[in-house]
Nanobody, 124 residues
Framework: QVQLVESGGGLVQAGGSLRLSCAAS????????MGWFRQAPGKEREFVAA????????SYADSVKGRFTISRDNAKNTVYLQMNSLKSEDTAVYYC?????????????????WGQGTQVTVSS
């Protein structure tokens, strides 16, 4: 079982940047594709970005393309989400999770239990 701990959220003005981190422990980190999801108040959790096991392939939701960048460091068992040009609509709790492939993550499939997430608040 993989345990996930998200960090790096905070309050930022529109147009600003944040870098989220997700530390994984348990099973072999590099065995999984990794992804970020978010849930805004009153809305369902949605896919944000995913990265393949090696880090060579990525996928993004249309709403964040060109603004967010996902990366991973398999030596540190950590996945990152660099968020630039933040908008008020990016306000949400951000979560990470794992799956067998980018495609699985993009359809909402996630293998691990959801962590507590990290709050991102963008003020306009």
């Amino acid at each position: 079982q993989v345990q996930l701990v998200e960090s790096g959220g905070g309050l930022v003005q529109a147009g600003g940047s944040l870098r989220l981190s997700c530390a994984a422990s348990g099973r072999t980190f590099s065995s999984y594709a990794m992804g970020w999801f978010r849930q805004a108040p009153g809305k369902e959790r949605e896919f944000v970005a995913a990265i393949s096991r090696s880090g060579g392939l990525t996928s993004y939701a249309d709403s964040v393309k060109g603004r967010f960048t996902i990366s991973r460091d398999n030596a540190k068992n950590t996945v990152y989400l660099q968020m630039n040009s933040l908008k008020s609509e990016d306000t949400a709790v951000y979560y990470c999770n794992v799956a067998s492939s980018i495609g699985a993550l993009a359809t909402g499939i996630a293998f691990a239990s959801w962590g507590q997430g990290t709050q991102v608040t963008v003020s306009s």
